[in-house]
């Protein structure tokens, strides 16, 4: 039986300063994945694994699908603030397994972070649900973007932290990349510690007691409006750590060095999150169709534009990356703060798209080139019109 979404409970008011270390632990888990699960890639390349440059992000991907589900249903009976902490303190443990691997060369214990890091991020982006949780419906997409500009923050801390990550990796005797690994563990630590000071706004839990904690995958997408929600949110995720993940080893072919890619990233996260003060209230006030729609253009525009020569090419493909997967992300989180119990669930589905995008676009680069991924990812890019046009009819329609 389908689940209806619950009525509304009274609206919380709008108090940014409580929202603090939530914002804060943000822009630190940002600045994390900026030096550390971002350039995966390319220590898979240095470890001698080139051709499987894309697994590390298929697992983190693949263990952000299995744990987003269970933090969900974690966060949903205990709370937010003991899932979020858990989850950074597992992404913290996981970094630092990460600069082990890749410091001694034993691939199997680089990806072992790699999947603790995957399984942390299925916990913490749900945050997001955290902070639309503690706002007016009408001021989601405000403070959803406030989030995102907070991770921009984190992302620039980090590129200018570039040239001190490459000292400490010189004297530690390893590679900047790898040394990033060990960065980002700090900054999760620290993100760990912040949830125990921050305090909800109010009891999600309480406040949808009318939901059923735990609906099955099938159950779970009987939902109204859940379907369509999914399926942006999925196409925006995938196609995002794909070209994400997957450009910096291009950038590496091309010759471009460690601050240049650090360059690069800095871009597509400007992208991400830099316009969240923009496009959070442009949604709110034109609805989530604008989203999806200028989401699905953005994305498409930036595969097209990745296997362009040169450098300014590969800058405006992933900035356009970024902004794509802004428009289309927002939208379908603030549609989906409306249904709890599909909210781990769909998250996991976006990370499903992830690994699979990742694992499939090493192999294809390997075999036929950068350019035919790119061209794909392309096409793949237009799902979210789908999604515009369910959000457009009327509730209940088939």
Known sequence: ??????????????????????????????????????????????????????????????????SAGAFGALMLRSGRRLGLG?????????????????????????????????????????????????????????????????????????????RPIERLAVTLGTTPEVVGWLVGGGLLGVAALLMLVWTPLRDPVAAKATVRRSLSFAQTFQIPGVRSTALALATAQGLMVTLMSLTPLRAHHMGIDHTGIAALISGHVLGMFGFGWLTGPLIDRLGVRVGYVGGAALLAAAALSAPLPGTAALGISMFLLGLGWNLAFVSGSKSLTRFPAAQGVTDGLGYVAAGVGTLAGGFVIARAGFPLLAHVCAAVALLPLLSAWRAGRPAGAP
Request: glycine fraction near 14%; include cysteine; charged fraction near 10%.
């Open 1 to 66: 039986m389908s689940e209806a979404a619950p009525a509304p409970a009274a609206a919380p008011r709008l108090e940014p300063g409580r929202l603090l270390p939530l914002y804060s632990a943000q822009a630190l888990a940002t600045g994390a994945t900026t030096v550390s699960t971002v350039l995966a890639s390319i220590i898979m390349g240095s470890l001698g694994r080139e051709s499987l440059s894309g697994l590390p992000s298929t697992l983190i991907s693949a263990s952000a699908a299995v």
């Open 86 to 162: 858990l989850a950074f303190s597992l992404g913290a443990l996981g970094a630092v397994l990460g600069f082990v691997g890749g410091k001694t060369g034993l691939t199997s214990v680089f990806l072992l972070g790699a999947c603790m890091m995957g399984a942390a991020q299925g916990g913490y982006q749900q945050a997001r649900y955290a902070v639309a949780e503690s706002v007016p419906e009408a001021r989601r997409g405000t403070a959803l973007g406030a989030l995102m500009l907070m991770s921009v923050l984190g992302s620039f801390l980090m590129t200018g932290a570039s």
